[in-house]
């Protein structure tokens, strides 16, 4: 498979009024074409840090990524983002057609063919019976839907996500999980998507990057070996799962990595803290 | 409710007021304050009765009544397009707005009509001086309102339109532009009706035309019923452009929950 991604010494401090801040100190990782690849943390690790370094967003202080062999500078034309902050991030004044329109516009000058491909992208995420509404028309998981389709419209080759069913409930978590297993098979996508839930990352990822705390640099990169076909009850009660969400959690509490492929022996309470911990964590800051 | 219904219920209190005011001024009958009824034939006579190719109006409907609509409209928009270009400029810049703060404290604290004498130095009396005064009157409201409306676009928006590499124009006319349009509105309206009083003030000052010098001349007559006559259509007037501004505002911002009607 080759290479999209490509990430190399990336480490970025922000400049701050009371001095410097080290968010992501060392990482490197490569993507290839068609996988997804999940980077899973702790909050405050510097996961959204990466994500705006690798979108070109902001230019990393050292370190360089590299999109399909090119230096990222600036956001590169096929690469598309997913917030986290749905509400925020769509545009409240337009319908969910012309939200998923309006970006086109700075690639495809037909205005007909920019309403196909819209209707085309809403269709992906089931959602053809809502182009008239306005986003506050519809539930959380629905206008991230939009979000998703909005991202998907312009055909990237990469897909950047951060933490995007975060502010969702359980329920409708497991939902828009599917239906991005579901469209990135469909249109085999390459997606790199960051998160704080662990088993996020295992149920979603064929590969999971372990961030370290702040300032986080990747500590453990994990192979999934689960079926392609996955599925919310029957994967996440396999035993494969269950040792790989323990394996994560482990490496996420600072273990060292298991030597593969001898099945890694969990330390079950630490595990257990830091789930609880990190629940926790997840229901004070589903909302920011 | 019915639709009259709903109408009559609004304005009740108004109709009983003037059948009231009527009902005094007629026992008083002081000619200072003359009754509806006079004030409404006097309307009729002043404005109304002109020709068919007229449009029934009268000559001073033309030199005068529009011509004081003129002053407002243009003044209200050129100060509509000053105050949303500037507030869109200062308020994507961080420091700029630093810079000229102290300057716009001190301006727009200084009256507008208190600047009449200046303009008629500087400018010819009528419509120039006039149109000066309600620009430099009611840009404030527009200006500060759009810097603030544009200072508030969410960082995440920002954030969005740059991974989506919107153009600068996409990012102003199609982000900057809607996410301030609340506040936009909100200073059109204030300004609007200010720029009424200011076409008033100025128009008692200095003007060859215009309602505010027709209700001077007719005061200078003892013609209180014209004078009145002139009250009532400056109040018509307000209310009628606040109105149409309203619908308008409404349109225009009928995405926003607490507006939206229907779909
Ligand atoms: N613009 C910024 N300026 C200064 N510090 C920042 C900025 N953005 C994030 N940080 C800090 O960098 C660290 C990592 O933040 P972030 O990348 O958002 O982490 P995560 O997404 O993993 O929660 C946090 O401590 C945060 O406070
Ligand atoms: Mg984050």
Same mark, same amino acid.
């Given at each position: 498979m080759p290479t999209m991604l490509e990430v190399s010494g990336l480490g970025h401090t922000y400049k701050t009024k009371d001095g410097v801040h080290n968010a992501i100190g060392d990482v490197s990782f490569t993507v290839n074409a068609g996988e997804l690849v999940c980077v899973v943390g702790p909050s405050g690790c510097g996961k959204s840090t990466l994500l705006r370094t690798i979108s070109g967003l902001i230019t990393p202080t050292v370190g360089e990524v590299l999109l399909h062999g090119d230096p990222v500078r600036g956001v590169p034309a096929d690469l598309a983002v997913v917030f986290q902050d749905y509400s925020r991030?769509?545009?409240?004044?337009?319908?969910? *057609?012309?939200?998923?329109?309006?970006?086109?516009?700075?690639r495809v000058s037909a205005r007909a063919e920019r309403r196909e491909r819209?209707?085309?992208?809403?269709?992906?995420?089931?959602?053809?019976?809502?182009? %008239?509404?306005?986003?506050? *028309?519809?539930?959380? %998981?629905? *206008?991230?839907?939009?979000?998703?389709?909005?991202?998907?419209?312009?055909?990237?080759?990469?897909?950047?996500?951060?933490?995007?069913?975060?502010?969702v409930d359980a329920q409708t978590r497991f939902e828009l999980e599917d239906l991005l297993l579901r469209v990135r098979a469909e249109h085999d996508s390459t997606v790199l998507l960051v998160t704080h839930d662990? &088993?996020?990352s295992v149920y979603l990822g064929d590969r999971v990057l372990v961030l370290s705390k702040s300032p986080g640099s990747i500590t453990t990169d994990l192979d999934v070996n689960l079926p392609d076909e996955r599925d *919310?009850?029957?994967?996440?009660?396999?035993?494969?799962?269950v040792e790989l969400r323990s394996e994560v959690a482990r490496l996420l509490h600072g273990g060292e990595p298991a030597t593969r492929p001898s099945p890694s022996v969990p330390d079950t309470a630490a595990n257990d803290r830091f789930l609880a911990a990190e629940r926790a964590e997840t229901h004070s800051t589903s909302d920011t | 409710m019915s639709w009259f219904g709903k109408f009559a219920y609004r304005w009740v209190v108004f109709v009983g007021i003037v059948v009231v005011w009527q009902l005094a001024t007629a026992a008083a009958d002081d000619p200072f304050f003359p009754p509806p009824s006079t004030i409404a034939n006097t309307i009729y006579h002043l404005w109304l009765s002109g020709p068919g190719s007229q449009l029934f109006l009268t &000559?001073?409907?033309? &030199?005068? $009544?529009?011509?004081?609509?003129?002053?407002?409209?243009?003044?209200?928009?050129?100060?509509?397009?000053? !105050?949303?270009?500037? !507030? $869109?400029?200062? !308020?994507?810049?961080?420091?700029?707005?630093?810079?000229v703060n102290p300057l716009f404290a001190f301006a727009r604290s200084v009256p507008s009509p208190a600047l009449v004498p200046v303009f008629l130095v500087l400018l010819d009396i009528g419509t120039p001086a006039q149109l000066a005064t309600i620009v430099f009157g009611v840009v404030w409201p527009i200006l500060m309102n759009t810097v603030d409306g544009v200072r508030?676009? &969410?960082?995440?928006?920002?954030?969005?339109?740059?991974?989506?590499?919107?153009s600068r124009g996409q990012w102003l006319l199609g982000v900057v532009l809607p996410a301030a349009a609340p506040k936009i509105f909100a200073g059109l309206r204030v300004s609007l009706s200010l720029s009424l009083v200011l076409m008033v003030i100025s128009e008692l000052v200095a003007?060859?035309? %215009?309602? %505010?010098?027709?209700?001077?001349?007719?005061?200078?007559a003892f013609d209180y019923p014209a004078m009145w006559a002139g009250i009532v259509l400056l109040g018509v007037l307000g209310y009628l452009f606040n109105t149409v501004l309203l619908m308008v505002e409404n349109r225009a911002l009928s995405w926003q929950p607490e507006r939206h009607t229907g779909h």
């Open positions: 991030s769509l545009f409240p004044w337009l319908s969910v *057609q012309r939200n998923v329109e309006f970006p086109l516009r700075t819209a209707r085309e992208a809403l269709e992906w995420v089931g959602l053809s019976a809502a182009g %008239g509404k306005y986003p506050w *028309q519809l539930s959380g %998981g629905m *206008q991230q839907r939009v979000a998703i389709a909005r991202a998907l419209a312009s055909r990237p080759s990469l897909l950047l996500m951060d933490e995007p069913f975060a502010s662990i &088993d996020e *919310q009850i029957t994967t996440r009660a396999s035993s494969e799962f | &000559d001073t409907v033309y &030199d005068d $009544v529009f011509a004081s609509i003129g002053r407002i409209l243009l003044g209200w928009a050129i100060a509509a397009v000053i !105050g949303v270009a500037i !507030g $869109v400029l200062l !308020g994507r810049s961080r420091t700029a707005m630093d810079y508030s676009v &969410d960082p995440i928006k920002e954030e969005t339109a740059r991974a989506f590499r919107l003007s060859r035309n %215009g309602i %505010g010098l027709q209700m001077l001349i007719a005061q200078r």
